[in-house]
């Protein structure tokens, strides 16, 4: 038996770093997608095969007609420990070892603050639960995928497999979620061609908290209270366009916010200011930065900020929310 099943990537629009410390955030799915199969195997053994992960530590020696590959071991089970999480919950959960053969294909750009990681373990449970015979809501997915990031990176909101599994716009706080009213959001996501580790992003907020707290609380405070303007604002009467102006407004301070945390890099903070020169009402940082994405909101103005953002040295991407989260694709007997 085989089982095809994908996870989308997200945004996040507002509030990353500070929902790890229980404040709320807004995320939405996008249409990039994650796809994982599973197929069940006669013998033990499990075989992970990824195909768009880079491996670090990778030796190839020629030697005459012969060829050695040798990877450092260790470097190689680290980048796909949010699989292996994956793949051991779900087992866990069926309560049935069995072996397995996983394969990974992904349309997301790995550790860009498109939420990669949370959706290979969502699409990774989702595919592997199905095949032993589980039938898990989305929410369940969810709060494993939320496992799988704590075992790997040691902290974790819950946020991104919360929104890759469930799909939509949502409001999210500890733990819990709510849906938004849709909208179409005109939006373009810049891509700065470098990668973030999220783990070491959190790690370095979560430094600076302890070390200076009388300056981070406040902060994080801040973040907090702009989520909330922004829920009012989208959940308001307001018509469109004032909606857009005042997101972009609060999207500006969150910026600088994240800015203030440490997180941003000089590429994405020429990109930021380049979609605003284009005409963007509002742009920042998405997901945990270090480099990674940041989006920008440019209604009527989504090709000319995509243009300066090349020109910035990033690359655009038009995206548009996914209402669907975790989808299990194919089932083959
Ligand atoms: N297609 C994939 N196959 C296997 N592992 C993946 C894949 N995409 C992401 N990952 C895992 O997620 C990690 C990146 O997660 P993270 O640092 O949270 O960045 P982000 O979630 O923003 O992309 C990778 O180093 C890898 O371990
Ligand atoms: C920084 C954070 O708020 C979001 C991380 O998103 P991503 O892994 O960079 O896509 C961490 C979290 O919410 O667990
Ligand atoms: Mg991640």
């Given at each position: 038996m085989r089982v095809l099943a994908s996870a989308p990537a997200k945004i996040i629009l507002f509030g990353e770093h500070s929902v790890v410390y229980g404040k709320p955030a807004i995320a939405a799915a996008i249409n990039l997608r994650t796809y994982v199969e599973a197929e069940l195997r006669d013998d033990k053994k499990i075989r992970i095969e990824a195909h768009d992960i880079k491996v670090p530590g990778l030796t190839v020696s020629f030697s005459e007609n012969e060829i050695y590959f040798e990877s450092d071991y260790g470097k190689a089970a680290e980048v796909l420990s949010y699989v292996r999480q994956a793949i051991e919950l779900a087992m866990e959960e069926a309560g049935v070892r069995r072996g397995i053969n996983v394969s990974i294909t992904s349309q997301i750009p790995v550790?860009?603050?498109?939420?990669s990681s949370a959706a290979v373990a969502v699409a990774t449970i989702g595919a592997v639960s199905k095949l032993l015979g589980l039938e898990l809501t989305r929410e369940e997915v969810a709060k494993l995928g939320h496992k799988v990031e704590l075992l790997v990176q040691g902290a974790s909101s819950g946020i991104d497999p919360t929104v890759s599994a469930i799909g939509g716009f949502l409001y999210y706080e500890k733990g819990n979620f709510e849906h938004l009213p849709f909208m179409e959001l005109p939006i373009v996501v810049g891509y700065t061609g470098s990668s973030g580790s999220t783990k070491e992003l959190v790690a370095m907020v979560r430094r600076r908290y302890e070390s200076m707290p009388e300056l981070i609380v406040p902060i994080l405070n801040a973040m907090g209270k702009l989520v909330e303007k922004a829920r009012e604002v989208i959940t308001s009467e307001l018509d469109e366009e004032e909606k857009f102006a005042k997101l972009g407004e609060l999207m500006n301070i969150n910026h600088g916010l994240l800015d203030a945390l440490g997180v941003s890099t000089k590429k994405l903070s020429e990109l930021v200011y380049a979609a605003r020169t284009a005409g963007a009402l509002g742009a920042k940082i998405t997901?945990?930065?270090?480099g990674g994405c940041m989006y920008a909101l440019a209604p009527g103005r989504q090709r000319e900020v995509a243009t300066a953002i090349t020109i910035a040295g990033g690359t655009p991407m038009i995206t548009e929310i996914s209402?669907?989260?975790?989808?299990?694709?194919e089932v083959m007997k």
């Open positions: 550790g860009a603050g498109l939420g997901g945990a930065g270090g209402r669907e989260g975790l989808r299990i694709e």
